[in-house]
């Protein structure tokens, strides 16, 4: 089993930034690529980035290009998600997931983390 914990979260004004991390422990040997995907209240779950352990490909959502960004430290075992030029509409909570492959959809996933609120007021 694949155990991932995100930390970072908390309560930031619109414009502000936020770094959040995920540290994985376990059998990370099966896991070939990281995600985040954030879930608002009342919503679905929804993609945000995504990032292969190399760290040569990436993918984001197109809500969140050129303000976040997604990175991996092999030595840690640890993806981050550098968030910048945050919106209201940001605030959801955060997760963490863990796949074979680099995907965008939640299915493709099958390690998740607890999740990390993340909050922006207007």
């Known amino acids: 089993q694949v155990q991932l914990v995100e930390s970072g979260g908390g309560l930031v004004q619109a414009g502000g930034s936020l770094r959040l991390s995920c540290a994985a422990s376990g059998r990370t040997f099966r896991l070939n690529a990281m995600g985040w995907f954030r879930q608002a209240p009342g919503k679905e779950r929804e993609f945000v980035a995504a990032i292969s352990w190399s760290g040569y490909s990436t993918r984001y959502a197109d809500s969140v290009k050129g303000r976040f960004t997604i990175s991996t430290d092999n030595a840690k075992n640890t993806v981050y998600l550098q968030m910048n030029s945050l919106k209201p509409e940001d605030t959801a909570i955060y997760y963490c997931?863990?796949?074979?492959?680099?995907?965008?959809?939640?299915?493709?996933?099958?390690?998740w983390g607890q999740g990390t609120q993340v909050t922006v007021s207007s």
């Open positions: 997931a863990g796949s074979m492959v680099i995907a965008t959809t939640t299915s493709r996933y099958d390690s």
